[in-house]
């Protein structure tokens, strides 16, 4: 019936999927945990790294027996120190890494992951209602009424912009006495005639108002216009669609 621009919230929907396809690739990714070749690498560091220790550890044993003999400096002695120091923490952190990349992807890390993709899941719905929304459909079958807004204006968030009158189910408003309350209940069959044709239609009281009112301008009623009726509901059993909004009718009680 209606369409809000659809260019932004289509936008803001390709976003959402952009956001929600690099979160599943993220877990996709912490899932299926390091490669083979990675872990090899890692494991080629620490073999390397151990050698590389043992050698310092050599250095540093030559450069203080020397020192002993005064054979070399104390600098010397201390640079090998240095290296040897630095060789072990080295090694110490390549094994860690080595022991991480061996255990995989953490419970933790993985929830996490999982709870970005739920979120971004989560606010791709949202935009896609967004964008559903900007469309306007109605109801039920139903006859346009009222077009209350012109192409091009700008309505607020639950503005009307359409009035309709729905056909199913077809209801009769009609008004009756305070004398006549005694003689009618809901479910109570009733025919209603037209003043177009001679054919008659069906109906049953669903609702009788529990408060008084006066007789509306529009109704024609032998009595005053301004004595006190109540109102009722009358529910139509078989319209076939020779019957129109704010048709006046006959009501008559079994």
Known sequence: MAQIDPVPFQKQVDLSQAKLAVAQAQL????????????????????????????ALDNYNR???LRKTGATSAGNLDNAQARFDEAKAALMAAKQHLSLLQEGTKAETLLIAQQQVAVAQAELEIKQTALQDSRLYAPENAVVLTRIVEPGSMVNAGSPVISLSLRDPLYIRAYINETMLGEISPGDTVTVHTDSSAQTFTGKIGYIS????????SVETPELRTSLVYRIRIVLENDDKKLNQGQPVTISLH
């Not at 899932?31 to 390397?48: H, L, M, N």
């Not at 529990?210 to 301008?217: H, N």
């Open 63 to 65: 450069q203080k027996d």
């Open 210 to 217: 529990p408060k008084a009112e006066f007789t509306p301008k």
């Open 28 to 55: 996709a990714d912490l899932v299926a945990g390091p490669r083979t070749q990675e872990i090899e690498s890692a494991r080629q560091e620490v073999i390397r790294l151990t050698a590389t220790l043992k050698n």
